[in-house]
Nanobody, 123 residues
């Protein structure tokens, strides 16, 4: 069972940048870590969790929500099994708890959520 740990959140002002990290652990030694994709989601108070960005783990193709396109960039360190989210030009509406998840198979659900990391953007 893979465990995910998100980090890098904080309190920033509008227009600032943050870089989130999602580290993985618990993969069986000797087995290849090969999910179909990993992604970032966020949940603001009183709202449902929403998709932010995802990346095919092997091929590297990237997907973004319209609301973050051009401001956020998802990347991964394949060897370290770590996922990143570079967030630039942050807006107040980006305030949320950010989670990373794993999509094990094509068209599967994202799961194995970590505890999340809080991002708060002030005006």
């Amino acid at each position: 069972q893979v465990q995910l740990v998100e980090s890098g959140g904080g309190l920033v002002q509008a227009g600032d940048s943050l870089r989130l990290s999602c580290t993985t652990s618990g993969t069986n030694s000797g087995r290849t870590f090969s999910p179909n994709a990993m992604g970032w989601f966020r949940q603001a108070p009183g709202k449902e969790r929403e998709f932010v960005a995802a990346m095919l783990w092997a091929g590297g193709h990237k997907y973004y929500a319209d609301s973050v396109e051009g401001r956020f960039s998802i990347s991964r360190d394949y060897a370290r099994r770590t996922l990143y989210l570079q967030m630039d030009n942050l807006k107040v509406e980006d305030t949320a708890v950010y989670y990373c998840g794993i999509q094990k198979i094509v068209r599967g659900d994202f799961d194995s959520w970590g505890q999340g990391t809080q991002v708060t953007v002030s005006s």
